[in-house]
C-alpha cells in the first residue's frame, strides 16, 4: 500500500528508539534490582514493567506498519487489538499505582503512567476503526499513538532512574 510506504523513515525511526530503549531499560533494571527495597515489586510491575510495555508496542506499531500489506485490514485489526489491549492495560496500571506502598504518586505520576497511555491506546484503536474510510488520516492517528507511547517510555525511564538515584541514594535507602 502506498500509503504505508510513505511511513517507511518515520517508523524506522520510532522503531529502532523503541528497541534500544528497550535494551537500555533492561540494563538499567538490571542495576537497580542488585539494590532491592521494600515494596519494589508492587512499584515495578505499577512503574517499570508498563514503560517496558510501551517502547514494546512502539516497537511493534512500527513492524506492522513496515509488513507489506495489500490493504488496509490487517494491520487496521491489528491496531484495533493493540488499542483495545493497551486501553485494558491502562485501567490495570491504574490499579497497580493505587496498591502499591512504595511511592504516592503524584499527578505527574498520574498523567504518564495512565492518561497520556490511554490517551495513545484510545487514539490507536479509533484510528483501526478510521482506517477503512480514511486511511490517511487513520495512518496519523497511529503515527501519534506510536510517538506518544515513545515519550512517554522516555519520560518514565527518565523518571524512574532519577527518583532512584536522587531520592532513594540521598536518603540512604541504597
Same mark, same amino acid.
Given at each position: &500500500? ?11 525511526? !520510532?522503531?529502532?528508539?523503541?528497541? *534500544? $530503549?528497550?535494551? $537500555?531499560? @533492561?540494563?538499567? #533494571? =538490571? $542495576? ?5 527495597? #521494600?515494596?519494589? +515489586?508492587?512499584?515495578? +510491575?505499577?512503574?517499570?514493567?508498563? =514503560? ?8 511493534? #506499531?512500527? +513492524? $506492522?506498519?513496515? %509488513?507489506?500489506?495489500?490493504?488496509? &485490514? ?7 487489538? !493493540?488499542?483495545? /489491549?493497551?486501553?485494558?492495560? /491502562? ?5 497497580? &499505582? ?21 490517551? /495513545?491506546? !484510545? =487514539? #490507536? ?6 482506517? @477503512? ?8 492517528? !497511529?503515527?501519534?499513538?506510536?510517538? %506518544? ?7 518514565? *525511564?527518565?523518571?524512574? %532512574?532519577?527518583?532512584?538515584? @536522587?531520592?532513594? &541514594? ?5
Amino acid at each position: &500500500m502506498a500509503e504505508l510506504a510513505q511511513w517507511e523513515s518515520f517508523y524506522v525511526i !520510532v522503531g529502532g528508539g523503541a528497541a *534500544a $530503549l528497550i535494551g $537500555l531499560q @533492561f540494563v538499567v #533494571l =538490571t $542495576l537497580i534490582a542488585q539494590k532491592p527495597q #521494600l515494596g519494589a +515489586a508492587d512499584a515495578g +510491575a505499577a512503574f517499570a514493567t508498563p =514503560t517496558i510495555v510501551h517502547f514494546g508496542t512502539a516497537l511493534l #506499531l512500527a +513492524a $506492522l506498519v513496515r %509488513v507489506p500489506w495489500e490493504t488496509i &485490514m490487517p494491520p487496521a485489526v491489528l491496531w484495533g487489538i !493493540v488499542g483495545f /489491549a493497551g486501553a485494558v492495560y /491502562a485501567f490495570v496500571v491504574a490499579r497497580r &499505582m493505587r496498591g502499591q506502598t512504595a511511592y504516592r504518586p503524584q499527578f505527574e505520576d498520574w498523567l504518564f503512567h495512565v492518561v497520556l497511555p490511554l490517551a /495513545a491506546y !484510545v =487514539t #490507536l484503536a479509533l484510528s483501526a476503526f478510521a482506517a @477503512f474510510s480514511h486511511a490517511r488520516e487513520a495512518l496519523f492517528g !497511529v503515527g501519534g499513538a506510536a510517538l %506518544v507511547l515513545l515519550f512517554v517510555g522516555i519520560h518514565n *525511564a527518565w523518571d524512574a %532512574v532519577s527518583y532512584h538515584v @536522587f531520592v532513594n &541514594m540521598r536518603n540512604g535507602q541504597d
